[in-house]
C-alpha cells in the first residue's frame, strides 16, 4: 500500500522553529521528487518546495531562506525544517510525491496532513 505519513506540527510561537517528517511506503522512494505544499483556512493548496531524489531543492518565494527540506532515502523520509516562522505559515502541511519523470503538477501520493498553528 502506497503512504505517505506526515508528523510534526503543532502550536507555536512567531520566530520559532519547527521541522515536519513525511515516511514513505510502498514505493521505490528515491524514484520520487517530494513535494511540500500548505493550505490555510478558505485559501487554495499552495506549493511550499520540493526535493528531487539527489536532493536538488526548490522553494516558494514565500519561503525561501526560511525553510529547507532535505530527504532520507535509507529511511524514506522527507524533512521540511522550518525557522523563524511566521502567523501567515499557519496551515496545514501536506506532503506528495511525484514520480521523476511526470510533469510538475501531477503528483502520484499525498499524505494526510498535518497542522501547524503560529501565533503572534
Known amino acids: 500500500q502506497r503512504q505517505l505519513v506526515e508528523s510534526g506540527g503543532g502550536l507555536v510561537q512567531a520566530g520559532d522553529s519547527l521541522r515536519l517528517s513525511c515516511t514513505a511506503s510502498?514505493?521505490?522512494?528515491?524514484?520520487?521528487?517530494m513535494g511540500w505544499f500548505r493550505q490555510a483556512p478558505g485559501k487554495e493548496r499552495e506549493f511550499v518546495g520540493r526535493?528531487?531524489?539527489?536532493?536538488?531543492?526548490f522553494y516558494a518565494d514565500s519561503v525561501k531562506g526560511r525553510f529547507t527540506i532535505s530527504r532520507d532515502n535509507i529511511k524514506n523520509t522527507v524533512y521540511l525544517q522550518m525557522n523563524s516562522l511566521k502567523p501567515e505559515d499557519t496551515a496545514v502541511y501536506f506532503c506528495a510525491a511525484r514520480f521523476w519523470s511526470k510533469a510538475v503538477s501531477e503528483y502520484d501520493y499525498w499524505g494526510q496532513g498535518t497542522q501547524v498553528t503560529v501565533s503572534s
Open positions: 526535493i528531487v531524489g539527489y536532493g536538488n531543492t
Open positions: 510502498g514505493f521505490t522512494f528515491s524514484n520520487y521528487i
